[in-house]
């Protein structure tokens, strides 16, 4: 057990753990010390010297976030030497911010300002060096705008896209007051590795980093009486949406965003988690179908493990960083895009909307379905499938700008087909719950059993580990399945993009054998992702993750293949999952991206 | 293999593939190169097995690192205090009306870039100055002319 520290934080005594921070000692006693470069999730930067504090009888005023307590220790969190130096630094930190408040997407939620309303920055400060600075503006990406200008160097998004995410898409170039966060080459984002997964922009504390908005066209759309408009809601939305509109981290908000959505004028509020449904049987299917060959057949070009592929950081990091595994991922499209495919086709059909008067939108956990939207091999049904993502932000903002009051909702029911949904595609917003979905069924189909686990809680791939590995036996399988008897399904689970990397590296070196792999390239899973509600924290999203596996657990339906408008849909339109009108509209391919 | 896959691999053989041997691969290839290419930083990247943004930052942190093809031959001037004393501006505006280029550029012929660089620890023999590796000191603007009508003879004869 560590060493316990005793020390004094305005006079008033504290027992922490050897080799915390002060900022953490302070924090035990509800004493705020305000942080910019500091996040919960990254490593200590102390570069923008907001949380300093002074220590009695010495000089220095010391960095509170990188400072380890020590013994005896007497800290002064409000002296008028510490006031004068945080607001000096704040005023410095202002200097070189295009602080054009009003304008800015940030307004309200930029800590900076925050700061500075805070500490009264006055109008005599330090001069504004932002006319001064070569400064340049990337929004030609459809998923992320790098404002230079407003950037303040505190390197939060550079830890993220480097420890937290591997990606190294964002570093810091040139030195002194010229120095940078900046691409390869200073190239736009869309060029580089980026995988538009959004993490720095839920660490930006300004608004150096946002998400490009598409929510004027949607309200154009909305106000257009020539148009439908459908909207999809994916499952990471409805346990986060809350936390934008006031409400704690946790709340299921499900039947609220359907009223919400109503209100807001979309004339078919649809859910995601309906197609989540559909890419487990898709996707099941392919694996199943891959073993088969494998085992069976004998055929060699069979490339195992197979991984998910419903998480488009995850596909683009996989396109730039490991082009060679690109046959290993699940053909399959993502369960946004499943649903934009079959709203412009099956559904249009079935409502009597001609699919160019369709405008299809989804509101998405994440800021890399607005790239996944872009893509090319989009199209399936002669149209742009998906017209506009939301992220759950901005989702909440057009809330806000409809003067709904978001909490006093009634609870409203999603339309039908395509709003139904299993417990099963509710867990695919968290880390192991696209496994736990694929297990639920794939086994079922096999052995004609549910999975042996109790209430169909697959624990062993749930929870925020780092890596997760899990091996299901099978089983007194149906006959047509007698190659799998006795087979172990070696599964692995990982999230957040480096340790991605760690397994397919593991996977590059033959240290580890798999199946089937989940990947999710956000924390958590898209609980965590890129457009979910700002702040983010491992507490926040082990809350979050909790009230998805309650939704899945309330839910009367908790496997995919149970889902009566599945059955219904392949019954009616896609016939059988791999067959003809699958490959032309559920599944798709991938392509070789570059290095850098 | 090309001839830059070629170079950064020859270095990374020489130097090895840990992030510390970034900074000698990028010497090794601004001696043999000038300028760090474009190519050469994503094999670097590739090499060592980091981020290509992480090769850029650390080539554009170092002043002797070059991101952009510079002349043959490299003139920096010191631009710290003493040199300043001692007169570096005109020795600036010389080598400026010599060459015909401003501060940052380099000739159409290709053979020399001007650029300022900080203390060359030369400050009891200022003003001075540096070409490619090769220092110069108690420069006054006759020098200079001297010096460059040597560098320029020298590349006449060498055609």
């Known amino acids: 057990m560590a060493e316990k520290i005793n020390l004094k934080i305005d006079n008033i005594a504290v027992n922490i753990d050897e080799g915390s921070t002060i900022l953490e000692a302070a924090r035990k006693i509800n004493i705020r010390i305000p942080t910019l470069c500091h996040h919960e999730d990254l490593c200590v930067a102390g570069n923008c010297r907001v949380c300093m504090v002074e220590q009695v009888d010495s000089d220095r005023l010391l960095p509170s976030c990188a400072m380890p307590v020590s013994e005896g220790m007497e800290i002064l969190t409000n002296s008028l030497k510490v006031r004068s130096a945080r607001k000096q630094v704040v005023e410095l930190l202002v200097s070189e911010h295009r602080a054009d408040c009003t304008r800015c997407y940030k307004n309200g939620k930029c800590e900076l300002q925050e700061l500075s309303s805070e500490y009264i920055v006055g109008e005599n400060g330090f001069i504004d060096l932002v006319p001064l600075k070569n400064y340049s503006i990337d929004n030609f990406s459809p998923s992320i705008i790098k404002d230079d200008s407003k950037c303040i160097r505190c390197q939060r998004c550079v830890r993220t896209c480097n420890q937290l995410q591997n990606i190294g898409a964002l570093s810091v170039a040139y030195k002194g007051e010229h120095m940078k966060v900046s691409s390869f080459y200073e190239k736009p984002m869309y060029e580089v590795v980026c995988t538009n997964c959004g993490q720095c922009i839920n660490r930006c504390p300004t608004g150096a980093l946002t998400e490009k908005t598409y929510f004027d066209e949607v309200w154009s759309a909305l106000n257009s009486e020539k148009k439908h408009v459908v909207v999809q809601t994916a499952p990471a939305v409805r346990i986060a949406l809350g936390e934008a509109l006031g409400m704690p981290a946790g709340e299921i908000v499900t039947g609220k965003l359907v009223s919400a959505l109503r209100r807001l004028g979309f004339n078919s509020v649809l859910d995601t988690d309906f197609t989540a449904d559909l890419t487990i049987i898709e996707e099941g299917n392919e694996l199943l179908q891959r073993l088969k060959k494998a085992l069976v057949d004998g055929d060699t070009s069979v490339k195992l493990p197979m991984t998910t592929s419903c998480s488009p950081g995850w596909v683009k990091f996989i396109e730039h960083a490991f082009p060679e595994y690109l046959e290993n991922v699940s053909t399959a499209k993502s369960p946004q895009q499943m649903f934009g495919a079959l709203a412009k086709t099956f559904y249009a059909k079935k409502i009597g909307v001609e699919p160019e008067n369709m405008v299809s939108i989804s509101v998405m956990p994440c800021t890399a379905k607005k790239y996944e939207a872009d893509r090319p091999e989009m199209r399936s049904s002669g149209y742009k499938d998906v017209d506009y993502v939301l992220t759950t932000r901005e989702l909440a903002l057009m809330i806000k700008q409809a003067g709904i009051d978001f909490a006093s909702l009634p609870d409203d029911e999603y339309d039908s087909i395509m709003g139904e949904s299993s417990g099963a595609a509710v867990i695919f917003g968290a880390t192991g719950g696209v496994m736990e979905a694929a297990l639920r069924t794939a086994y079922e189909v096999v052995t004609g059993r549910e999975v042996p686990f109790e209430n169909l809680n697959i624990t062993p791939v749930r929870g925020m580990e780092d890596v997760k590995e899990a091996t299901i036996k099978i089983e007194n399988v149906l006959p047509e399945w007698s190659f799998l008897e006795g087979a172990e399904l070696k599964t692995c689970v990982a999230h957040g993009l480096s340790n991605a990397k760690k397994v397919m590296e593991a996977v590059k070196a033959g240290t580890a054998e798999y199946h089937f792999i989940e990947i999710m390239a956000c924390p958590g899973g898209c609980l965590g992702g890129g457009g979910q509600p700002i702040p983010t924290s491992p507490a926040i999203r082990k809350k979050r993750s909790e009230a998805i596996y309650r939704e899945d657990a309330l839910k009367p339906i908790r496997k995919s293949h149970e889902n009566p408008e599945v059955v219904h849909i392949y019954e009616e339109f896609l016939k059988e999952p791999l067959g003809k009108k699958s490959h032309e509209l559920l599944h798709t391919h991938y392509t070789e991206r570059n290095r850098y | ?159």
């Open chain 2, 1 to 159: 293999m090309t001839e830059v896959k070629q170079l950064v691999k020859g270095l990374a053989d020489q130097y090895g593939r840990n992030e510390e041997c970034l900074l000698p691969i990028l010497q090794g290839i601004v001696t043999s190169e000038q300028h760090i290419s474009e190519d050469a930083m994503v094999e670097v990247a590739r090499e060592l097995n980091i981020s290509a943004a992480q090769v850029y930052g650390t080539a554009t942190f170092y002043s002797f690192l070059h991101t952009k093809p510079l002349g043959k031959y490299v003139i920096r001037v010191c631009k710290t205090i003493t040199c300043m004393m001692h007169g570096k501006n005109q020795i600036i505006k010389e080598l400026e009306s010599l060459l015909k280029v401003n501060l940052g550029e380099t000739t159409h012929d290709g053979k020399f870039t001007l650029m300022e660089t900080n203390c060359l620890g030369q400050c009891h023999k200022g003003p001075a100055m540096l070409i490619n590796d090769k220092p110069y000191t108690d420069l006054t603007p006759e020098k200079v002319r001297e010096i460059v009508m040597m560098y320029r003879n020298k590349e006449l004869r060498s055609n």
